[in-house]
């Protein structure tokens, strides 16, 4: 299976989708959520985005179903092009797909020695091998600390320049060999999947893509539109959350002139909705996600 959809029948739930209703997958990857999307619609219409070319070929044959293969960033764009300018609904699952982790030659699983590439979209000109191998150690130590949330940031950028001084990194494996000095023991796996992620979220430039997202799909949810986000790490959940609750990313009360609060959304579920004991038994890569779900008022 390219993926399995983590939280599906929990966000198919959060869209409350109408039949004749217009809505919006902006992460299609295998397909999942967007095939359940349109068990619901009558003469509804669903439009999916995806940048990933190795989704092409799984696309939903169905006049109501529109594939668009583009960065779901510029999603309001592409969509006000094709002159829809109101949608019922959009949902957004942010997390890596199990192809992308299982498929060793696109570098984004540190348990295979493969390339350093991690380009969602395989046209795209950065690689992680080009960032470990020429940012300065101020820009290696931006990343790791501000996408990986990681500490020590100077030694790790360090012991990469060291190491690329000497011989170029080219694969995850001599990532790792790069960095041992600073891989815990006790705690590699977590430690090695957040050097990953800090890396991934750079070569695709995630979190400008996912504020662009929000607010451009924000634009075009009408009255009563939901709006569902699936994340899977602290900075998407901590973006999410914030917009939500206030109409900013920074998470700032803002009031009119007469002292009422103006936000663009009320939140449909109390707090953040979060795998069952079940969903994570049959599908461990669940365990992260959390999802959001707010109306449109």
Do not use: W
């Not at 046209?123 to 820009?139: F, H, P, R, S």
């Not at 080219?170 to 790069?178: C, H, M, V, Y």
């Amino acid at each position: 299976m390219y993926h399995k959809p983590a939280l599906l029948i929990e966000s198919i739930d959060g869209l409350n989708i109408q039949p004749g209703g217009i809505y919006v997958d902006l992460t299609f990857g295998g397909g999942g959520h967007s095939r359940e999307i349109m068990k619901y619609l009558d003469n509804g219409r669903l439009y999916a985005f995806d940048v990933d070319r190795d989704v092409a070929t799984d696309v939903i044959r169905d006049k109501r179903f529109e594939f668009i293969r583009g960065n779901f960033r510029y999603a309001g764009n592409f969509l006000r092009y094709r002159k829809v300018t109101a949608i019922d609904g959009a949902l957004a699952d942010l997390g890596v797909s199990s192809h992308h982790l299982d498929e060793s030659g696109r570098g984004f699983a540190f348990r295979f020695d493969s390339l350093l590439d991690m380009r969602m979209n395989q046209e795209a000109e950065l690689k992680a091998a080009t960032i470990v191998n020429t940012y300065e150690k101020e820009e290696l130590m931006r990343i790791f600390r501000d996408y990986g949330e990681l500490k020590e940031v100077k030694m790790l950028s360090g012991l990469i320049i060291s190491y690329r001084n000497g011989k170029e990194i080219k694969t995850s494996g001599e990532l790792i060999e790069a960095i041992g000095n600073c891989v815990p023991g006790d705690n590699r796996h977590k430690y090695l999947a957040r050097v990953f992620q800090a890396l991934r979220i750079e070569v695709n430039d995630e979190i400008n893509a996912l504020k662009e997202m929000i607010t451009g799909i924000a634009g075009l949810l009408k009255k009563g539109g939901r709006f569902c986000i699936i994340t899977y790490h602290s900075l998407e959940d901590r973006l999410v959350k914030n917009y939500f609750k206030t109409g900013n990313f920074e998470g700032n009360q803002y009031s009119d002139i007469y002292g009422n609060r103006t936000v663009p959304f009320i939140q449909v579920s109390k707090g953040v909705i979060t795998p069952d004991d079940e969903e994570i038994r049959q599908n461990n890569r669940s365990r992260s996600a959390k999802l959001r779900i707010a109306e449109r008022v």
